[in-house]
């Protein structure tokens, strides 16, 4: 069964960084693409972050690249999104998703795996 655990979430000072962490289980890692996507308040999911387990290769967002970081933890089965000089734009809902197969994907509905979400919210 595969289950995916979303942590790290919080309340932080714009300018600030947060951890998100993805705990993965019942994945077959070496063929699954891992991604982060948000939810603004009254907006719609947004795509974030991916990496693809076996590779390491990720790929961003525009309105997050060169601040948010996305890494695996071979040894925790876990994957990391390090956001660092956080805006209140960054605030909503993050979410954890897989996909099965290593092609890159920027659409939700194309994730087969669901976390439930954790909350990041930055004060202005």
């Known amino acids: 069964q595969v289950q995916l655990v979303e942590s790290g979430g919080g309340l932080v000072q714009a300018g600030g960084s947060l951890t998100l962490s993805c705990a993965t289980s019942?994945?077959?890692?070496?063929?699954?693409?891992i991604g982060w996507f948000r939810q603004p308040p009254g907006k719609e999911r947004e795509f974030v972050a991916s990496i693809i387990w076996g590779t390491g290769n990720s790929r961003y967002a525009d309105s997050v690249k060169g601040r948010f970081s996305i890494s695996r933890d071979n040894a925790k089965n876990t994957v990391i999104l390090q956001m660092n000089s956080l805006k209140p734009e960054d605030t909503g809902v993050y979410y954890c998703?897989?996909?099965?197969?290593?092609?890159?994907?920027?659409?939700?509905?194309?994730?087969?795996?669901w976390g439930q979400g954790t909350q990041v919210t930055v004060s202005s």
């Open positions: 998703a897989a996909r099965r197969g290593v092609l890159f994907s920027t659409t939700g509905e194309r994730y087969d795996y």
């Open positions: 019942g994945l077959t890692f070496s063929s699954y693409l």
